[in-house]
């Protein structure tokens, strides 16, 4: 029986922070991005051995980036767009410390920064890119409202529910949904079956828009 997914109730970003067993840590406002970020731990297991600094590539590269936590073992094997170093033969993972401020167990990681099409969704791609989640209806309920998915395999349905939304949600799914299919198109996640869902999801969303404009 498949163990239940942390979707269910937390939000993508949070999920990815817990599956690594470190707390949700951001750059302080003002602070120029540093080569090693810390992260208070949760757990020592399954820790991740980097820190994505994230931007978007549509906006200013003075906007504080987000930080998320990875694995690059994990990464390389999800995803075909290098952007993580394999790890040297013999080398060492990230060991965790106690912070000399606070006593916290901590963990410090090398940061990578990378630009992306779309901040909001990296999270919830690299959620399943990474394999850390694998239910994929929660990926589906992410991006589709419920009224819609259950329309599929009717393509042709499933875009006339979702023209139906209101103005604002619209609008949202139009924009997650846009940016999520230009992640995966950027980073190239290796999953077939997690590519065609977001496919679909943003297909059924791109003819939608068509119909609400010729309504």
Do not use: C
């Amino acid at each position: 029986m498949p163990r239940s997914s942390l979707l269910a109730s937390m939000e993508p970003l949070d999920v990815l922070f817990r599956h690594f067993h470190v707390v949700k840590t951001s750059l302080t406002p003002g602070t120029p991005l540093p080569s090693y970020f810390d992260m208070p731990i949760t757990k020592d297991a399954h820790m991740p051995s980097h820190a994505l600094a994230l931007y978007q590539s549509t906006t200013t590269p003075f906007i504080q980036p987000l930080i998320v936590p990875i694995d690059a073992d994990k990464y390389n094997n999800g995803f075909r767009v290098d952007i993580l170093p394999p790890a040297v033969p013999g080398s060492l993972s990230p060991v965790p410390y106690s912070h000399p401020n606070s006593g916290t167990p901590t963990i410090s990681l090398p940061v990578i920064s990378i630009s992306v099409p779309h901040i909001a969704s990296i999270p919830l791609l690299l959620l399943f890119g990474l394999g850390l989640e694998t239910q994929t209806n929660h990926l589906a309920l992410h991006l589709l409202p419920p009224q819609v998915i259950s329309e599929f395999p009717n393509s042709a349905e499933m875009a006339r529910q979702m023209s139906l939304l209101t103005e604002d949600e619209f609008q949202q799914r139009v924009k997650y949904n846009q940016g999520m299919w230009k992640n995966v198109l950027a980073l190239g996640i290796k999953d077939s079956n997690i590519v065609e869902l977001i496919q679909t999801a943003w297909n059924v969303t791109a003819e939608a828009r068509r119909l609400r404009h010729f309504r």
